[in-house]
């Protein structure tokens, strides 16, 4: 594998992106792959702007005539080229849930469903899809990324595609379909002994000594923008307007902070009108350092060690954890943990009414959602989106040993009606149980 050689700093002229600055001093950096304040705090640094000159190229019929992915909106993206590494990420369908509404008691649900995401099956695609346009022209040769699954999926398929040299670091205990749906692509997977925390720490040091690219470190301002059209879709998708309420999962916070952005451009620059959107989080109780520190008014993260089956957001030392809390504060959102078997639960709820299997983080969103209904922290006249982020034949294990087993017959009609008959019998005291 061979290391960049050369990192381009500057901008073509057609740029709408300005800068990196630091989200906690403003201080002002160049166009390279850097993503803290070396200079002044060490804060976060994130992409800067020219909102004046998006407003003058971008309009809805623009955007609608545009490719039905992600660069529909690549104004809003930190990208030069007009030839980005485009492989249908993006444009995932907007679900009216109208079953899964009225077993909540709401009226206007729906399903933002990134399970279909495209290649890998899960919102990371849309990250890594701007963070490897960004690394090629950045010059890297070499990219990779420290992950709980989703991400290394989508880093090796699509540095396949692009023809980057891909390395990646999980921890060594994943589900074996994030395993498996990486090593498919041929990158060098490094199963590390460990949490994510750990991982993030060891792949800190290989960016500083082999000059890769790292997705979510020393590119991680250019590949988080990528969140963003989750929030552009959903406007585009109401018909040019924002909901009333969305809930998401979180686990670094990143993605939380970014549909909010989306939102506040798409206002910034008149294509939706301003409107005040709750934003409410979901996390397991067993990795929910955001959810406690919400729940405990506090404007700082503890981190925790991890212990849940909701992996992919399994992330105890949150880098936008503050930011996320700020967010949920301020627009009278709120932030929840669910137990694992509520997640479980979550899992087979938006299944069996809506015919979507998603995984572990998309039954915590639904376990939350659920919760926040029962609490009566859901207006049941309002628009509410829930996020569900990746697809349940990732997490096959979470939920084995819960959804029962199929009935086994001979090839006789009287075997079949014995079975179903059975089955109904089944079926009918399972609802009775519910309804107690």
């Known amino acids: 594998m061979t290391q960049v050689i050369e990192q381009a700093t500057s901008t073509a002229p057609q740029s709408t992106f300005t800068a990196l600055r630091c989200k906690e001093c403003g201080e002002e950096y160049s166009l390279g792959a850097n993503h803290v304040c070396e200079d002044v705090c060490f804060g976060p640094l994130e992409v800067v702007y020219d909102y004046d000159e998006i407003r003058r190229r971008v309009s809805r019929d623009a955007i609608a005539s545009g490719p039905n992915s992600i660069w529909r909106y690549k104004d809003f993206l930190p990208v030069n080229t007009d030839t980005p590494i485009d492989v249908g990420t993006g444009m995932t369908p907007l679900v009216p849930a109208n079953r899964l509404a009225r077993h909540l008691g709401l009226k206007r649900l729906y399903i933002k469903n990134d399970a279909v995401n495209m290649p890998t099956l899960s919102f990371k695609d849309r990250v890594v899809s701007v963070a490897l346009t960004r690394a090629r ?34 921890p060594a205990d994943l589900e074996a379909g994030k395993i498996l749906g990486t090593l498919i ?6 199963a590390v002994e460990g949490n994510y925390d750990q991982v993030n720490r060891l792949c800190s040091e290989v960016a500083n000594t082999h000059g ?64 005040a959107v709750r934003f409410s989080g979901a996390q397991a109780e067993g990795c929910s350092p955001i959810a406690q520190a919400f729940q405990e008014s506090r404007d700082f993260i503890s981190p925790v060690k991890p212990n849940t089956i909701a992996k992919s957001i399994a992330i105890g030392n949150p880098a936008d954890g503050v930011y996320a809390l700020d967010i949920a504060r301020k627009t009278q959102g709120t932030i929840e943990a669910v137990t694992d078997a509520e997640i479980v639960e979550g899992m087979k709820l938006l299944a069996e009414t809506e015919g979507i299997f998603t995984e572990t983080a998309g039954g915590t969103t639904i376990a939350v959602l659920k919760k926040l209904v029962e609490a009566g922290k859901v207006d049941p006249d309002e628009t509410t989106v829930a996020y569900i982020t990746g697809n349940g034949l990732k997490t096959q294990e979470a939920v084995a040993g819960y959804i029962g087993e199929p009935l086994t017959i001979e090839a006789k009609l009287d075997s079949f009606e014995r079975a179903l008959d059975r089955a109904r019998t089944l079926d009918r005291l399972e609802w009775q149980q519910i309804l107690v």
């Open 185 to 190: 692509y041929g990158p060098i997977l490094m």
């Open 137 to 170: 022209e950045l010059g890297f040769s070499t990219v990779s990324c420290a992950s709980t699954g989703n991400l290394a999926n989508s880093t090796a398929a699509i540095a396949a595609h692009a023809g980057l040299d891909c390395c990646v670091f999980i």
């Open 212 to 275: 890769w690219g790292f997705v979510n470190i020393n590119l991680r301002p250019y590949y988080s923008e990528g969140s963003k059209t989750l929030g552009f879709e959903v406007a585009e998708q109401l018909g040019w307007q924002l909901p009333d309420h969305i809930v998401a999962p979180l686990a670094s916070g990143s993605l939380f902070g970014k549909i909010y952005k989306g939102f506040q451009e798409f206002t910034k620059v008149g294509l939706v009108a301003d409107k």
